[in-house]
């Protein structure tokens, strides 16, 4: 995504990543394909916003994350549920009169390029 963004910087594209909750808490991927970053046994379920700011410092650090990262708020009113389709790595376009533009449940890179060099043909 930070290779996305900086490819879109020049025509008006701002990035931001919302953390929402840890949607991994205590289970290991890193069996898949050897990445230790996929190893999220030491990660608990956020319940407070201290947990949340905790670990997307920790996201910076060990994906060396680019991009501004906003928290979510805990709750039924949080982005997470009325934007997110409560997944934990959703993806939404929001156009420049503020409408959702585009969307995916799980984010895919090659989509949201695809459609972000749709939105800004001239």
């Not at 594209?13 to 394909?33: C, I, L, M």
């Not at 956020?46 to 700011?53: L, Y």
């Not at 060396?64 to 009325?82: E, S, T």
């Not at 156009?95 to 969307?103: L, M, N, S, T």
Request: glycine residues 8%; neutral net charge; proline residues 2%.
């Amino acid at each position: 995504m930070d290779k996305l963004a900086a490819d879109f910087k020049d025509k008006g594209v701002d990035f931001y990543n919302v953390y929402t909750r840890e949607p991994h808490a205590g289970e290991d991927y890193s069996h898949r394909n050897g990445d230790k970053r996929l190893d999220f046994t030491d990660k608990k379920a956020t319940k407070t916003r201290q947990d949340r700011e905790a670990n997307a410092r920790g996201l910076i650090k060990s994906h060396g994350i680019l991009r501004p990262i906003m928290i979510d708020i805990i709750g039924k009113d949080c982005v997470q549920n009325w934007l997110g389709g409560k997944a934990p790595n959703s993806l939404t376009i929001i156009d420049r009169e503020g409408k959702v533009a585009f969307w995916q449940i799980w984010s895919n890179a090659e989509g949201l390029k695809e459609k972000l060099q749709e939105m800004t043909q001239e």
